[in-house]
């Protein structure tokens, strides 16, 4: 019990005698004196134990000499007994059994003073122990740290230290493992202690050295902002910035049932979060390391390479890596390939695939039979409904993002499809489709996997709005290094490229050349230089140029998870996954006659004047398209009331327009907008409407829908009737 008061206090002496037993120094051995009584000669044990730790030797130095590039360079390896080693010394040694179990023993002493010292000992023993010893005696020094060191303000610091010793030794899972039930200790020191010392454990060292641990400490970082101490979660954000470095985007859908507050706050810290810096490694990545420097690296280098901490531990982490799969076939209603495709309206549709969409939303998707699925999208994506192939493609790429090298055979299946949509017209599904590629290439096909496909797209019989997007995601596919490049397996595109190269599009010839100059920095000029002899000078100087000028691509992003998961049966939903730019029809225009154009018109413009004259209201969205919409959302009886002869019915059939629009304002969103005003086109423009009062109508339904920003603005298909 006067020990105890004495701790409390600090220091001090213990009893009457006492003073008088450690006035002489106690020459018993070092094993005697780590457990006695006396807390002062326990300190002064644990100092010894310190400077004997520091002293050991870890086995006889073997001299390397390695010749490689003219330049000879001396490897220093520690061996013992032909074993290789690191830092660490054989469990055989008798000095290191004996003081193994003193040390988990140190670290909770009962006086604060021999405490802090028995830290520094353990410090010292963690880092001349073998692996294997400290096997043995880790989770029993890492659970005597969080119990009673990380509760002393003296010794916290040390405790948190020594933690990153033993993750450093590489035991890292056990010493994750106790940090993560320290967090929810109710003591309010130890739960903040030990949260603090995981974020500088990812912060130090990166997800790999945690081990299979790391996947709890991403689930933990979520419930620490809802922690009930202060401490705990103010190392909450910074946890979940130090995860994001190594993770990326593939983090954020974890942390979408947080107050928006937190959210609005975690984005702007992930944005302004650079890139990770591991300042420590563990023994095992080290010893990798340094036998990789000794067989590539110069002799000048070797001296920094061991310096400066290993950076590498950032590129090799996958953040597939540390999510469980997410079982998703069994969670599809019955016959749902069937259902969506008997559906009878693109609403019905449309609602199957969201249902999809939300379940494949997942970061990591668990393996099973998806053939069947992938067939039913391959057909979808051939919908006439661009809502249906938009939603569609969108659903692929997240099965490709989520299954990966598992999604080959469903990837190498559509992939043909998906490159011949790439001419479609609509925005959204570009985009859809650009994403979906992007998901496609590198994490479950290679450029080498679909070059036949890409051969035929970009061969004569392709479509050349489709080639220029194609070759726009070649360029993505080289310049993102998404997909590994090699020349040689590519040879029969990257002759289909030279040869776009003399295209008569100019938009194909200039996306071709990008597409080569990427080529070229990612392999190297003279694996190209072979392929490049087939064009002229000023072609070549031309690419050369681009190699030298390059910059980044643009790339659409992929659609956000999300905001995937938010989408709803509504197109309005649909569409709030799209770039922020307007989603509204552009103005309406009247059918313009080609011979009403200037007569110095370039051969262009006239091929495109018979598209221009079969447009509509919107460029957006086809004709065909927007009657079927009509006759879906408008009833038959106004249809006809509309193009009836006698004006009085075309009256009531505004009117009656007027109040449907009202009832349902609704539904009359984004293409279903459209849709009516083609009617109101076709009813009051194209037909001349001569009665004053039926056109004095044909404003009122968009008025009633005025909340819908979509719609075309009125005054400018009015202005249109005028002319």
């Not at 000794?294 to 540390?322: E, L, T």
Request: hydrophobic letters at 40%.
């Amino acid at each position: 019990m006067a020990e105890e008061a004495t701790a409390m206090e600090g220091g001090g002496g213990e009893g009457g005698g006492e003073g008088a037993a450690s006035a002489c120094k106690d020459e018993s051995p070092l094993t005697t004196r780590l457990e006695s009584k006396a807390w002062k000669t326990r300190m002064e044990a644990y100092i010894e134990l310190a400077e004997v730790c520091a002293s050991w030797a870890c086995g006889k130095t073997v001299l390397l000499v390695l010749a490689v590039s003219r330049v000879f360079w001396f490897v220093a390896v520690r061996c013992r007994e032909d074993k290789y080693m690191l830092n660490g010394v054989e469990e055989g040694d008798a000095c290191v059994e004996d003081y193994g179990p003193v040390v988990s023993k140190a670290v909770a002493d009962s006086n604060v003073n021999a405490q802090d010292k028995g830290i520094d000992a353990a410090i010292s023993f963690v880092k001349k122990a073998s692996a294997q010893l400290l096997s043995r005696h880790a989770a029993n020094i890492i659970s005597k740290v969080v119990e009673k060191a990380f509760v002393q303000a003296k010794c916290k610091a040390k405790g948190q230290e020594l933690s990153l010793s033993l993750i450093e030794a590489d035991c890292g899972e056990v010493v994750t493992d106790e940090l993560i039930k320290g967090c929810s200790n109710k003591q309010p020191k130890i739960s903040g202690a030990a949260a603090e010392c995981l974020r500088m454990a990812v912060q130090s060292f990166g997800l790999r050295a945690l081990g299979p641990q790391s996947k709890a400490v991403v689930k933990l970082s979520v419930t620490l902002f809802d922690s009930t101490v202060a401490a705990v979660r103010g190392e909450a954000l910074p946890l979940a910035v130090e995860l994001h470095k190594y993770m990326g985007a593939a983090l954020r859908p974890s942390y979408d049932n947080l107050r928006p507050a937190q959210q609005k706050e975690m984005d702007e810290a992930f944005a302004s979060a650079g890139p990770p810096q591991p300042t420590r490694e563990t023994r095992s990545s080290a010893s990798k390391n340094a036998l990789a420097s000794s067989q590539s690296a110069p002799a000048s280098s070797i001296d920094q390479a061991s310096a400066a901490p290993a950076s590498s531990a950032a590129a090799d982490v996958d953040p597939m890596d540390f999510f469980d799969p997410v079982e998703i076939l069994s969670k599809l209603p019955n016959g749902w390939c069937e259902k969506v495709l008997a559906a009878p309206k693109w609403q019905e549709k449309k609602e199957l695939i969201d249902g999809l969409i939300e379940l494949a939303s997942a970061p990591k998707l668990a393996s099973g039979d998806y053939f069947e699925v992938v067939k039913t999208l391959k057909r979808l994506a051939n919908d006439s409904m661009v809502v249906v192939v938009s939603t569609a493609v969108i659903a692929v790429g997240l099965l490709a993002r989520g299954l990966r090298k598992e999604f080959s055979q469903g990837g190498r299946l559509i992939f043909p499809t998906l490159l011949d949509r790439l001419k479609e017209k609509d925005n959204r599904v570009k985009e859809s489709l650009h994403s979906t590629l992007d998901s496609l290439t590198g994490k479950c096909l290679s450029l080498a996997d679909v070059m036949d496909d890409l051969c035929t797209a970009l061969g004569p019989k392709g479509n050349p709005k489709s080639k220029v997007e194609i070759l726009k995601y070649l360029k993505r596919a080289a310049d993102g290094k998404s997909s590994s490049i090699q020349p040689k397996n590519l040879k029969p595109l990257i002759e289909l490229l030279i040869k776009s190269v003399d295209d008569s599009a100019a938009d194909i010839r200039e996306a071709s050349c990008a597409v080569l100059a990427s080529f070229i920095q990612v392999c190297g000029m003279p694996s190209m230089k072979g392929f490049l002899e087939a064009l002229d000078e000023k072609k070549k100087k031309k690419i050369e140029s681009l190699v030298e000028g390059s910059g980044p691509s643009e790339a659409p992003q992929p659609p956000a998870p999300a905001a995937v998961r938010k989408s709803t049966t509504s197109i309005k939903s649909e569409t709030s996954s799209a770039p922020k730019e307007p989603a509204s029809v552009k103005p309406a225009a009247k059918k313009v006659k080609v011979a009403a154009a200037p007569k110095l018109a370039s051969a262009k413009e006239a091929s495109n004047g018979k598209d221009s004259s079969e447009s509509d209201v919107t460029t957006g969205t086809p004709v065909e398209q927007l009657d079927a919409m009509v006759e879906e959302m408008v009833s038959q009886e106004i249809r006809t009331k509309l193009t009836s002869a006698n004006w009085k019915e075309r009256l009531e059939g505004a009117e009656a327009l007027e109040a449907d629009v009202r009832e349902k304002s609704r539904e009359y969103q984004i293409a279903s907008g459209e849709a009516v005003v083609r009617l109101l086109s076709k009813t009051f423009v194209e037909k001349k409407e001569t009665n004053f009062q039926v056109p004095r109508f044909c404003l009122r339904p968009r008025c009633s829908c005025s909340s819908c920003r979509s719609w075309p603005r009125p005054s400018r298909w009015c202005r249109v009737s005028q002319s």
